[in-house]
T-cell receptor, first 112, second 112 residues
Framework: NAGVTQTPKFQVLKTGQSMTLQCAQD?????MYWYRQDPGMGLRLIYY???????DKGEVPNGYNVSRLNKREFSLRLESAAPSQTSVYFC???????????FGQGTRLTVV | SQQGEEDPQALSIQEGENATMNCSYK?????LQWYRQNSGRGLVHLIL?????REKHSGRLRVTLDTSKKSSSLLITASRAADTASYFC????????????FGSGTRLLVRP
């Protein structure tokens, strides 16, 4: 049982490049989340998906788009990366919104 | 601004002592959760307390919730060096579709 799997684990982008962060969960959870964590800071919610086919903006959605491809997968896309998006990105899932969340190991993204 | 604010930001104690961390939040909640993060890794759920509960225990952890003061505390008793980590509170807000908004965290160092 893998839980929440994020790919890639590390990525370096040049300013203006685009990329998609992948997240998949195998716990049949309805809700999925994308957070970013800057050094020494807490997690800030980027986007949230309550169920397959629905997405909502979080605290810091600008510069990002998401796709809830199916119940298992929730991807985060950076269309034109900026240095301010250098961060560690965490995906999480929960059985329902607000319930205990399970986290992936994170993607460390550097934009130069 | 973030929903939860932890206090203190950093805490250093001797092994065997108790560690107390506090979390304050701004709006009414359905539940409040505490998570632990070891350096550079994903978060792990510790305990969830619902808005109609006042105290909850799990092993060496004790969580209290005071909804009138919009605050919670996490007590770790008989701390061990392995408890060294960052601890975050997260709230499930009643007034928003945002789910699991995290605070800024408390960095706990337990000295052997």
């Amino acid at each position: 049982n893998a839980g929440v799997t994020q790919t890639p684990k590390f990525q370096v982008l040049k300013t203006g490049q685009s990329m998609t962060l992948q997240c998949a969960q195998d716990m049949n959870h309805n809700s999925m989340y994308w957070y970013r964590q800057d050094p020494g800071m807490g997690l800030r919610l980027i986007y949230y998906s309550a169920s397959e086919g629905t997405t909502d903006k979080g605290e810091v959605p600008n510069g990002y788009n998401v796709s809830r491809l199916n119940k298992r997968e929730f991807s985060l896309r950076l269309e034109s990366a900026a240095p301010s998006q250098t961060s560690v990105y965490f995906c999480a899932s929960s059985e329902e919104g607000g319930a205990e969340a399970f986290f992936g190991q994170g993607t460390r993204l550097t934009v130069v | 601004s973030q929903q939860g604010e932890e206090d203190p930001q950093a805490l250093s104690i001797q092994e065997g002592e108790n560690a107390t961390m506090n979390c304050s939040y701004k709006t009414s909640i359905n539940n409040l959760q505490w998570y632990r993060q070891n350096s550079g890794r994903g978060l792990v759920h510790l305990i969830l307390i619902r808005s109609n509960e006042r105290e909850k225990h799990s092993g060496r952890l004790r969580v209290t919730l005071d909804t009138s003061k919009k605050s919670s505390s996490l007590l770790i008793t008989a701390s061990r060096a392995a408890d060294t980590a960052s601890y975050f509170c997260a709230t499930d807000r009643m007034d928003s579709s945002y789910k699991l908004i995290f605070g800024s965290g408390t960095r706990l160092l337990v000295r052997p």
